[in-house]
């Protein structure tokens, strides 16, 4: 057997191309003395270099992209420091209030004058969601300041219940039906009311339908002396003492009904305030 030849011996020194050792220095860099080594059909090679390849950034291939279970990791992460952060800031969740029994009212606090208070704060809050007009004097024509209805339904399905009076018109237990209260609780599929005999009371959203009275005219919980007239004629009677509008509800003012359908309300207060309702027929049986 022959011994190694230069054609297949792989360590073999290589010859530079025209027996010439590349010298590069800082003055002239290998990118450019390439380029411009390589650009023959072009009578200046410098400015092609200097205009389309000096200071610019050129992907020599596609980036390597992040792996899934990479990604999967960093949402765990990211969770679980949002969890230590909301547990840092003290922030009671659902499982914690419902364990700590936050929403258990004792039946001294089972009050319906109790939250007539929240109740007056509520038609404050509607009043300057709906954008309502104060009331009109006597003799007025009152269809001017009438609210639009047909823009109030996009409003009142992101507005917040607590507080307000609802009524159960329609409901699979019939035993609900009429029942009437202070909402002072909504869950994702009930709702928590105190009725006027200070009971308190669950009702389920799911197959019931509930009215919902909403004031026709702006509330203001401190009538001033210019609406006494109107507000004597369109009201009644008005609250001279402060401390009697707070006794004053939604029911004892002119007010517009809507319905509501629990079917389509299973959802948090917070969740319907961020959620975006499409508009759709629905069949309730």
Not at 38 to 67: C, F, H, K, W
Not at 106 to 134: C, D, I, N, R, V
Not at 186 to 212: C, G, H, M, Y
Request: one cysteine or more; aromatic letters at 8%; hydrophobic letters at 35%.
């Amino acid at each position: 057997m022959s011994g190694p030849s230069i054609y297949n011996d792989v360590y073999t020194e290589l010859r530079p191309a025209n027996f010439e050792r590349i010298k590069l220095t800082s003055t002239t860099p290998f990118t450019p003395t390439y380029v411009k080594s390589n650009v023959t059909r072009t009578s200046d090679p410098a400015q092609i270099y200097a205009s389309r390849v000096q200071g610019r950034q050129i992907l020599l291939e596609n980036p390597a992209r992040e792996s899934k279970s990479k990604k999967k990791k960093e949402e765990k992460k990211a969770k679980r420091l949002a969890e230590k952060a909301k547990r840092d800031a003290a922030v009671m969740g659902r499982r914690d209030a419902r364990r700590a029994e936050i929403w258990r009212l004792s039946p001294a606090e089972t009050k319906f004058q109790l939250f007539l208070p929240l109740h007056t704060l509520w038609l404050g809050y509607m009043s300057e969601l709906l954008s309502l007009s104060p009331p009109t004097p006597l003799g007025a024509d009152a269809s001017d300041v009438m609210p639009n209805v047909a823009g109030l339904h996009a409003k009142l399905v992101k507005a917040d219940f607590h507080g307000a009076i609802i009524t159960v018109r329609q409901s699979k237990n019939p035993c609900l039906v009429n029942l009437s209260g202070i909402v002072v609780h909504e869950t994702e599929n009930a709702l928590k009311v105190v009725t006027r005999k200070d009971q308190l009371k669950l009702i389920p959203k799911q197959n019931s339908i509930f009215a919902l009275p909403i004031p026709l005219f702006l509330f203001d919980s401190q009538p001033t002396s210019a609406l006494c007239t109107s507000l004597t004629g369109v009201f009644g009677s008005p609250p001279a003492d402060p401390a009697e509008s707070t006794s004053v509800t939604v029911l004892d003012l002119p007010y517009m009904e809507f319905e509501l359908y629990g079917n389509q309300f299973c959802f948090r207060a917070a969740e319907r305030a961020s959620r975006k309702f499409k508009h759709k027929e629905t069949i309730e049986l």
